[in-house]
């Protein structure tokens, strides 16, 4: 069965560092999402993605990040300066059309020290 | 602004017991879809059951079950004959049929099943 792919699982990195969090949708869907978990709190969503354009994104989402689909298959979240309040686990997400069903990868736990 | 609220932080279940979590939501749209995800200790996030909210029929996927009440803004979820491997956190998710498919998500529930 097709599943949504995620590397790194883990991530440590230094406050003020770039981390690049990557992902493989399921190979025909076609929108594609980033949501965050911190530690025992509720998933959130930063920001979604189809056509090659971001479509709509969140509060947290902000000029520190950036997604692209480089390539037609990876799918990638990109924090440029790290803060220890990035520390979460990163999901990715995909689906084949706007209102159908999300899958989601294992996620990246990124740790900021 | 869509929200979407838990009320239970936490229950716990008898294995093979059954054992229903609540979730109520707030929407002014009339269409829209409402999920319940499972996020075991390896916190993947795993889908449970879909309820498309312009059918009546409650959604049920083999032990689990919905209870979709709209006018209430209430999609309760019901685990029948609870196994060890239902020991999960559960989320509940909202999805609008007008913007971009975001899910937007409940703080979670954590059940505990115990043998």
């Known amino acids: 069965e097709p599943e949504v792919t995620q590397t790194p699982s883990h991530q440590v990195t230094q406050m003020g560092q770039e981390v690049i969090l990557r992902c493989v949708p399921i190979?025909?869907?076609?929108?594609f999402y980033w949501y965050r978990q911190i530690l025992g709190q509720k998933v959130e969503f930063l920001v979604s993605?189809?056509?090659?354009?971001?479509?709509?994104k969140s509060e947290i989402f902000d000029d520190q990040f950036s997604v692209e689909r480089p390539d037609g298959s990876n799918f990638t979240l990109k924090i440029r300066s790290t803060k220890l309040e990035d520390s979460a686990m990163y999901f990715c997400?995909?689906?084949?059309?706007?209102?159908?069903?999300?899958?989601f990868g294992p996620g990246t736990r990124l740790l900021v020290l | 602004a869509q929200t979407v609220t838990q009320s239970q932080p936490e229950m716990s279940v008898q294995e093979a017991e059954t054992v229903t979590l609540s979730c109520t939501y707030d929407?002014?749209?009339?269409?829209?879809?409402l999920f319940w995800y499972k996020q075991p200790p390896s916190r993947q996030m795993i889908l449970v059951i879909r309820?498309?909210?312009?059918?009546?029929q409650n959604a049920t996927e083999n032990r689990f079950s919905v209870n979709f009440q709209k006018a209430a803004k209430s999609f309760s979820l019901k685990i029948s004959d609870s196994q060890l491997g239902d020991t999960a956190m559960y989320f509940c998710?909202?999805?609008?049929?007008?913007?971009?498919?975001?899910?937007?998500f409940g703080q979670g529930t954590t059940l505990q099943v115990k043998p």
């Open positions: 997400a995909s689906q084949t059309g706007r209102q159908e069903t999300q899958y």
């Open positions: 190979s025909n869907h076609l929108y």
């Open positions: 993605f189809y056509n090659n354009e971001i479509s709509e």
């Open positions: 998710a909202f999805m609008s049929s007008g913007n971009t498919g975001k899910l937007i």
């Open positions: 929407t002014s749209e009339n269409n829209y879809y």
């Open positions: 309820q498309e909210a312009y059918k009546q």
